[in-house]
Structures are given as C-alpha cells and as structure tokens.
C-alpha cells in the first residue's frame, strides 16, 4: 500500500495515495461540517458557503475561478453531505501544482460579495424548488425526518428556504471562520503525486493559510428511533418509497457483514429484492437496498419506485422477502457472490483517481484512520453465512421500521407494516 499520512503541528491531516501507472491526480479538500452539525437557524449554511467558494476572490471573478480550471483541463467541483464538505479537482499530472493552487485559492481568499450572494441565493431556492419535483429527493428527506425527528440529522442538506433568504456576508465569514479550521480539515492526494510532492504543495500554500482555531461542535449521539411513518401527498406519475430500519453507524466494525447482507438483498439485479419484486411480479421499475452511515447512527434502508396502484402488493412483497432474511435463510451461494461483487467494486474503485481520494480522504476526516483495501477485503472474506443470518436477525425487527411514501393516494397501510 503506497500510502502516507502527514501530520502537522496545526491539526492539519494529509492523505497521500501514490498509485503508478496513471496519468492523473485528484486533490480534495474536506471539512468537517455539514448539516449534522448545524443548529436549525444555520441549517442550509454549510451547502451555502460551498455555493460561494466559487464566486469569486480577490484576484478571479466567478469566470474566471471556472476558466483557471478548464483552461487546464481539469474537472472542478464540490459536495455537502450531512457530515463533511468537499471540494477537489481532477487533472493530468503536468498540471496538478497549478490546479492545487488554485483549489487553495479559492477555499481561503473567496470573498463572499454581497451581490454574489444575492445570485446564489436565488440559484439554492431554485434548486430547493427542483427537489419538489423530485419524489425520489422528497422522500430521502422525509425518512430522515421520520428517524430523526427534530435533531440536526433530520434536517435537509439545503436548508429551509426562510434561513437561504437571510443568510448574509456575515453569516458565511463567521460559519467558515467557526468551521474551516486545521484540526477540523483533511487534504486527500491520489494518484500520480508522491508524498514529497504533497507535502511541498501544502506547505506552500495551506500552512501558513489555514485557521488555527478548534470546532468542538459534534453531531448527534446514537438516537433512538421510534416508529415512524411520514407522507407527502403529491401528482407524481410514480411514487416513491423507503423502508428503513436501524443498523450500524459509520465504519462500524460489522460494516463488512452489513454490505454483504445488502448485496444479498437488494444490491444488484441478482438480489432476492430485485428478483422477487421487479423481475418476477413486475411491481415496481426500481428497487434497491443500501446504508446510510453516520457518525454515531445508521439505517439501512429499502427504496421502491412503484405505480400508486401497487402500493400495498409492493409492500406484502417487501416485508415478505425482508421476513424471509430474518428467518436465517441467506445460503452459501449467496453469500459467496456477494464476497466477489463486493471485492471486485472495492478493486475496480482503485482504478479511479476520484473514487480513491474520496475513499481515502473521508474515511480518515471520520474516523481518523487509512483507508486499506487489503484489510476490508480480508473483513469481507471473513464473513460466514452464520454471521449475515445473525445481522439480518438483529436489524430487522418491528420496534426498527421507519418509513416513508411520496406520491398519489393509495390503499395500503404503512403503520401495520410487519415482517
């Protein structure tokens, strides 16, 4: 694993991933904060701020900030999530100093201009309206309403319109100053960079930069999910839904048994979900399993995208099938062809630049440790077919059940929901 973290004096976390035989590099640079951490009068404020580090600086208007990326062609761009922000760049290696430079530029002399804000203010409450056209982005939000009632997870990612409206100059200055410190930030490097070449890079332009100061905000401890359904009544020519029970939180050490479980159960076309639900009975276009990790909570959670008319045959079918995995009934076979999709999705993600600076730059912002293949690979190899039958006991149980549906009236009963 040619792998190395550099560790400086301020707090400062550096992640270098050195994989020969590639052409290319991808810096990323990650904050912890996001909408976990903000209280509800700052909530959206995290998606905001990420928003204006492309709106110009004391040197690039908005224009320019784009063209000093694609004049070189590079790939620029951002995400908030509710744990961590992220902005990176992708280029070819003859350009990576320039590129890292200028990504540095724009994360520490961004200057937030009041008429700049003013634009983006409008272009966020034009994508907040977007997500009401969107059943599939509703009903996320909806579920974590309904596991996280009132707390900073149950809160969306874009924020409320009425906080977008008010936020000001003021507000982003004090929220990056609060936020966007050494202790609180991770630098992910991957691919033709060496470490020596990282380190020179961040010494020139990010020590002598980056705040000092210590963000002792934490996200939410474990939550204890009560029971739970949440709709919203809208014309949509399909509905949603997503079933989702309590599980593990982030890098948890069961991880590796929780992602073979969802394998098995509506992770790819193969999986007893898919097969029963789409392929055999017809009732729904997409059906899908997968995790969603936090610091100290996690779900995992069921989605459908059905016709209204299907809800209550959808819904006998899932807890049917979910009841089934609960009995024990996962088999050697299964188990096997999960290990080699998980193993081959965790190979071929080393292929690309993106997915390994992201891979290795979260995990170590998170929960402060290197991301290794080889481990996760031997976690996986390690899981038997008693351990997934154990897993699925333990999480799929009545009192877990939280769910939510957006589209047209139905007749189905999501509070007598049983497995």
């Known amino acids: ?53 492309f709106k110009g600086t004391d040197k690039l208007s908005p224009f320019e900030v784009a063209d000093s990326f694609e004049s070189l062609g590079a790939s620029v761009n951002a995400f908030t999530g509710k744990s961590s922000t992220c902005y990176y760049v992708k280029s070819i290696d003859e350009n990576f100093d320039k590129c890292f430079e200028t990504l540095t530029h724009i994360f520490f002399d961004s200057t937030f201009l009041p008429e700049e804000l003013d634009k983006e203010r409008n ?59 050494a202790s609180n930030c991770v630098i992910s490097f991957a ?13 020139k332009f990010v020590l002598d930069k980056i705040c000092t100061t210590v963000s002792n905000e ?48 509506g992770g790819g076309m193969s999986s ?25 909570n996690g779900t995992f959670n069921v989605v459908l995208n059905i016709s209204p008319e299907n809800t209550d045959k959808a819904l006998n079918a899932t807890a049917s099938e979910i009841k089934k995995l609960a009995s024990g009934t996962i088999t050697q076979a299964e188990l096997d062809r999960a290990k080699i999709q998980l193993k081959s999705a965790l190979i071929f993600g080393r292929e690309n630049v993106s997915s390994v600076m992201i891979a290795n730059g979260k995990l170590l912002l998170m929960s402060d440790e290197v991301y290794d293949i080889d481990k996760r690979i031997k976690e996986i190899n390690a899981v038997t077919v008693a351990n997934a039958n154990d897993f699925a006991k333990q999480i799929f149980v009545n009192d877990n059940i939280c769910s939510a549906y957006v589209g047209r009236e139905y007749k189905a009963d999501f509070k007598g929901f049983k497995i």
Not at 21 to 43: C, D, F, Y
Not at 229 to 247: G, P, T
Not at 275 to 296: C, D, F, K, P, W
């Open 1 to 53: 694993m040619n792998k190395e973290v550099i560790q400086y004096e301020n707090g400062l976390r550096v992640i270098v991933d050195t994989i020969a035989g590639l052409k290319s590099v991808s810096s990323g640079i990650w904050v912890g904060v996001g909408s976990a951490k903000e209280t509800p009068q700052i909530n959206g404020l995290s998606h905001f701020a990420e928003h204006m580090f």
């Open 123 to 181: 272009v966020i409450l034009e994508e907040i309206n977007m997500v009401e056209d969107a059943p599939d982005e509703i009903c996320f939000d909806l579920i974590a309403k309904a596991l996280y009632g009132e707390s900073s997870l149950g809160q969306t990612i874009l924020g409320p319109p009425k906080n977008i409206k008010r936020f000001k100059q003021a507000d982003v200055k004090r929220f990056v100053n609060q936020f966007y410190c």
């Open 191 to 203: 691919g033709a960079i060496t470490v020596e070449e990282a380190d020179k890079l961040v010494k």
């Open 218 to 265: 934490k996200e939410p401890s474990k939550i204890a999910i009560k029971r739970t359904h949440l709709e919203r009544i809208k014309d949509f020519e399909q509905s949603n839904i997503v079933i989702s029970f309590d599980s593990l939180p982030f890098n948890h050490p069961k991880s590796a048994v929780q992602n073979v479980l969802n394998v098995i159960a």
């Open 272 to 296: 007893r979900l898919f097969q029963t639900i789409r392929e055999q009975m017809g009732l729904a276009y997409s059906v899908y399993s997968g995790a969603s990790n936090h610091m100290n």
